[in-house]
């Protein structure tokens, strides 16, 4: 192939690995699971809470549970003081009696709040099972999406690799020269600047080359541009 023509392979295949970089940055599979990834690590948090929400309550039940231990030592106490026989006094009889009614109170309160403790601990032990199962589900989605991803990046890196031996191969063969005028012109024209021209067609602006341009193209040595757009037209039929 002509050197000319090379050139203009090189810019096309210049194009498809900044697109493939692009797409890269932008793999659909991988804004999925980084979003995926997101949401499990909020849901692992929201598992940890559960699992403090239901130590506590555990420990207030332990707590509980000992207070009901000791109140009840008390009242056994009291108990056995007011029937001891040794109290005469009404006064005193009446104070004892009325320690007795306020601890009794204590015991039955607490053992409403042992109740509802326990009621927690069941619900809660209930929550985490289901938490437990659901994170095993989204564990395994997130694996999956994973797999999913990586195989798009290899695929597109495997693709861009391609294209970036076919460039190497491209420069190894374009005069350097051409390679420079071609680096230039790409910096000024920040787009396509060699365009293919087919049939007196710019390929890049669309506009039509007077007849004495395909002559001048295919002078050896002549670099022709385009009057309009100013790339440099490269003869593509
Ligand atoms: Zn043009």
Not at 59 to 74: C, F, G, R, V
Not at 208 to 224: A, D, K, N, Y
Request: proline share 1%; charged share 40%; with cysteine.
């Amino acid at each position: 192939m002509e050197q000319l023509q090379l050139l203009w392979e090189l810019q096309e295949i210049e194009r498809e690995i900044r697109q493939k970089e692009k797409e890269l940055q932008n793999l659909a599979s991988v804004i999925k699971y980084k979003q995926q990834k997101t949401a499990f690590l909020d849901f692992l948090e929201e598992k940890k809470k559960a699992e403090e929400r239901y130590a506590g309550e555990k420990k207030s039940l332990k707590h509980y549970e000992i207070e009901l231990q000791n109140i009840s030592d008390t009242l056994k106490e009291l108990n056995s003081e007011l029937y001891s026989g040794k109290i005469s006094s009404a006064k005193e009889l009446e104070s004892l009696e009325k320690k007795v009614r306020s601890k009794e109170k204590e015991k039955s309160d607490l053992e409403e709040k042992i109740l509802a403790s326990m009621e927690n601990l069941e619900n809660g032990e209930k929550e985490i099972a289901e938490l437990k199962i659901r994170e095993k589900e989204k564990k395994e989605a997130l694996q999956k999406s994973n797999t999913h991803a990586r195989r798009d990046v290899a695929n597109v890196r495997g693709e861009l690799e391609l294209l970036k031996g076919k460039q190497d191969e491209l420069m190894r063969t374009i005069d350097a020269h051409l390679i420079s005028k071609y680096r230039e012109l790409n910096n000024r024209l920040q787009g396509r600047c060699i365009s293919l021209v087919k049939k007196g067609f710019c390929g890049v602006c669309n506009v039509s080359l007077p007849s004495s341009f395909r002559s001048r193209m295919l002078t050896p040595g002549e670099l022709v541009f385009c009057e309009n757009c100013g790339c440099l037209l490269v003869p593509g039929d």
